[in-house]
């Protein structure tokens, strides 16, 4: 008789995991580009030394990447605090009103195209289990999962390193040169190389147009930097 295989260790599943170092990837390195070139661009316009330039930006580097990653972290403090406050609701809602839950899983589960002999047979299933009631309430009605508590310093850390590398790209041209001029030209076409480059792959990895992402990127970033290199001319 032959025995059937078990795997004693299931593959895990990293989607979300995945999909959420992605997104704090993609925060942190397109601000980290924009902003600090931005930046380099408009002192560009305004002062003839370029290590004043060098000295806001990496100043600018520090101060950004600390405030982005403790937006991140904060951020996924509050999803774990809405999460845990839901949670205490629903489970409240069972044991205080549990015909009104019953009547809503019934809802849902017609909404999914169950029979109504089938519903029946759902619902004393679901709702035995008060945990499990609770469980399906919060993912099918409220279309919440359980957030990773370790999601938060790890957003933190991401999107924090993130930054602080797409910020010294745009800075890297003032090292070399001589001139503010001339670090904001090196500047601009190492960046905007940068921004067409990692607006594709952004673009192709959310399933949107790569050639339009791509150029939408660097556009934008080619306008912040404009702007800021023109006003401070002007003030000047």
């Given amino acids: 008789m032959a025995v059937p295989h078990v795997h004693p ?11 959420a170092m992605l997104q704090d990837i993609v925060i942190g390195l397109s601000d980290g580009l924009t902003v600090p070139f931005a930046l380099a661009a408009g002192l560009s316009g305004a002062v003839q030394s370029s290590d004043l330039v060098i000295t806001a930006g990496l100043a600018e580097v520090v101060a950004g990447s600390i405030a982005m990653g403790l937006g991140g972290y904060l951020a996924g403090r509050t999803e774990i605090e809405h999460y845990a406050s839901e949670l205490e609701r629903e489970h409240r809602e069972v044991q205080e009103v549990p015909e009104t839950e019953r009547a809503e899983v019934d809802e849902l589960l017609a909404e999914m195209g169950l029979s109504a002999e089938t519903r029946a047979a759902a619902v004393r299933e679901l709702t035995a289990n008060p945990e499990q ?3 399906f309430m ?3 009605e409220l279309g919440l999962e359980k957030p990773d508590p370790k999601q938060a310093p ?6 924090s390193i993130a930054y602080a590398i797409g910020g010294l ?11 503010p001029a001339q670090g904001l030209l090196w500047s601009a076409v190492v960046t905007l190389l940068c921004l067409l480059v990692f607006g ?15 150029l939408k990127m660097a556009g934008t970033g080619a306008l912040a930097a404009a702007a800021a290199f023109f006003v401070a001319r002007q003030l000047d």
């Fill in 9 to 19: 260790h299931p593959h895990p599943e990293d989607h979300l995991t995945s999909s």
């Fill in 133 to 135: 009631w609770v469980h």
């Fill in 138 to 140: 919060m993912k099918y």
């Fill in 154 to 159: 790890k957003s933190a850390a991401t999107i």
């Fill in 169 to 179: 790209i745009p800075l890297s041209a003032y090292f070399v040169t001589d001139s």
């Fill in 200 to 214: 594709y792959f952004k673009s192709r990895m959310t399933g949107q147009p790569p050639v339009w992402g791509a």
